[in-house]
């Protein structure tokens, strides 16, 4: 089995852009993507090439997290990258999770499940 990498973690924010601007400022990170997201909201994608945060905002008039949860500086997910997704998506079902909103879409396959404590993690490939 090859090592999974954490790849990204994804906040709920009242204003993505000026989340994202403060992030560049600061830590000289560059937007990588940005873009419509789940529920109607935005996101960007803040970092380098290879690691990155995402700051989320719900549609407007919404306090909702991607989960649809009433929440603002919530953590969405976290996501890891893998070499080999069907065979990570089949470790993930053995374990007995569930997973969904599987996509595929630039950059790469991925796939979400959520643990028993309410954490969602995308797992995603670029292979």
């Not at 973690?9 to 419509?36: E, H």
């Not at 991607?66 to 993930?92: C, S």
Request: negative net charge.
């Amino acid at each position: 089995m090859t090592q999974s990498v954490l790849e990204h973690v994804n906040f709920t924010v009242p204003d993505a852009a000026r989340s994202a601007a403060w992030l560049c400022a600061v830590f000289g990170w560059k937007i990588r993507w940005q873009g419509a997201a789940r529920n109607g909201g935005q996101s960007i994608h803040v970092g380098s090439d290879d690691q990155y945060l995402v700051v989320f905002t719900p549609k407007e008039g919404s306090l909702s997290n991607t989960q649809g949860r009433d929440v603002t500086g919530a953590m969405n997910h976290i996501g890891v990258v893998v070499d080999d997704l069907d065979a990570v998506e089949a470790r993930v079902k053995a374990q007995g999770y569930e997973t969904f909103n599987h996509a595929d879409y630039e950059p790469g396959r991925r796939f979400y499940f959520e643990d028993e404590n309410g954490i969602e993690f995308e797992v995603v490939s670029y292979a």
